[in-house]
């Protein structure tokens, strides 16, 4: 399992927002943050180079938000780094994000939570 180390910011900024609003208590905010770190010691946190940026910066299939392409193209850099000849399916992009979960699908990745279209 891997994530762009962007990961780690939205998440500690998404508490830090829950807790200034009065979503989550302190002791709520405290105890996702030491949840959050258990399982970010599964996590292989993949760089922001040079490369990344790059590719962030440049045109995807779908209009997606700056940070939705920076975790697209590090997972994609993840992949040609790490498994140059593997299919990019058998890697899985979560999001709760529609958008980002048809650009995912759209650029060869699973999308688990993509939601089926109606009909």
């Known amino acids: 399992m891997a994530s ?3 990961l780690w910011t939205e998440v500690a900024r998404g508490l830090y927002r829950a ?3 009065d979503r989550l208590s302190t002791v709520a ?3 996702a943050q030491h949840r959050f770190a258990r399982i970010a010691t599964r996590i ?3 760089r922001l180079t040079e490369p990344v940026l790059r590719r962030a910066e440049g045109p995807y299939p779908l ?3 700056s940070l939705d392409a920076i975790h697209l193209a590090s997972a994609e850099r993840w992949l040609i780094t790490e498994f140059p000849d593997a ?3 058998r890697v899985s992009v ?3 994000d529609t958008r980002m979960n048809q650009c995912a699908a759209l650029l060869g990745f699973g999308a ?3 939601e089926p279209k109606a009909h």
């Open 4 to 6: 762009s180390r962007i």
């Open 63 to 65: 209009v997606v938000r």
């Open 94 to 96: 979560w999001s709760l």
């Open 29 to 31: 905010t405290t105890a």
């Open 112 to 114: 688990p939570l993509m």
């Open 44 to 46: 292989a946190s993949i």
């Open 87 to 89: 299919d990019p399916g």
């Open 19 to 21: 807790l200034q609003t």
